[in-house]
């Protein structure tokens, strides 16, 4: 069964941090960019991050640079996502998806699978 399964979301306080683990089950993620996403409620899913398949080349959105970090450990089949300052507006459910072709913070994107999400709650 090929999925993709988030961890490491929770309650946090303003300016704390979370590591978002995005870890793939029945395929490699070596073959595959990877994208983070998130969607608060009543809002549209936006792109968060994303990273190539070496790991050479990384897009962050506006809202979130110099805060979070992308990273991947192919050899644990794990794409990361470091969340730093974190701010009440980060309070969504985090995504992350997986493509064969390549990565886009655009959440249209046709990405090849998605995982079912964790959430992050950022509040005092």
């Known amino acids: 069964h090929l999925q993709l399964v988030e961890s490491g979301g929770g309650l946090v306080q303003p300016g704390g941090s979370l590591r978002l683990s995005c870890v793939a089950s029945?395929?490699?993620?070596?073959?595959?960019?990877i994208g983070w996403f998130r969607q608060a409620p009543g809002k549209e899913r936006e792109g968060v991050s994303c990273?190539?398949?070496?790991?050479?080349?990384?897009h962050y959105a506006d809202s979130v640079k110099g805060r979070f970090t992308i990273s991947r450990d192919n050899a644990k089949n794990t794409v990361y996502l470091q969340m730093n300052s974190l701010k009440p507006e980060d309070t969504a459910v985090y995504y992350c998806?997986?493509?064969?072709?390549?990565?886009?913070?655009?959440?249209?994107?046709?990405?090849?699978?998605w995982g079912q999400g964790t959430q992050v709650t950022v509040s005092s």
């Open positions: 029945g395929f490699t993620l070596d073959y595959y960019a």
């Open positions: 998806a997986a493509d064969g072709y390549g990565s886009s913070l655009d959440p249209n994107w046709e990405y090849d699978y």
């Open positions: 990273i190539s398949r070496g790991g050479t080349s990384t």
